[in-house]
């Protein structure tokens, strides 16, 4: 449910983001072609704009989860440049993100910009140092880079993490 709105301009912003949901729920979300109503990345990246100057966080979570879908759908269609667009969404309102910053370093390696990818992967593995996945994307993008030595600590590290979750598997 949308908060309510404490002046005419936060009013027009969230009646705005309403229409703009309504749409994208009738069309084929991101992904519809330009020759078919529907809304595209570009339309997804205004409406959490919009929605950054209103406080929704309920609202806000759906639409950080549609943007990463349409992300991993775009990317899994070799759509980088859209899904670079959504991943970037997701960032602007949940700059740890750590499925967009992973979304965004697989998208670059793939790209083989390993350097461009390995500065995503760190940020990944700072906001969750746990997460064995993020220290294998880093040491992938190292790997690419040519930095084997390095490589070869972050697969370790994330080695000694899958033992610590669930033992000797």
Known sequence: MMAAASSP???MEVHEVQERGTA???????????????VAAHDILHLTSSMRHIS??????????????AAAELQSHKQGINAEQCYSGVLALQPDS??????????????????????????ALDAAADEP?????VGDCQLAAGQVDAAVGSYQSALALLNEVCGNC
């Open 9 to 11: 301009i936060e009013a």
């Open 24 to 38: 994208l729920q009738r069309s084929n979300g991101p992904m519809a072609s330009s020759t078919e109503p529907g």
């Open 56 to 69: 929704l966080e309920p609202s806000v979570q759906v639409v950080v989860a549609d943007l990463l879908a």
């Open 98 to 123: 750590l499925a967009a910053l992973q979304g965004l370093g697989k998208l670059w390696l793939a790209a083989d910009k390993p350097l461009t990818a390995l500065a995503y992967a760190q940020r």
């Open 133 to 137: 996945a993020a220290h294998q994307l």
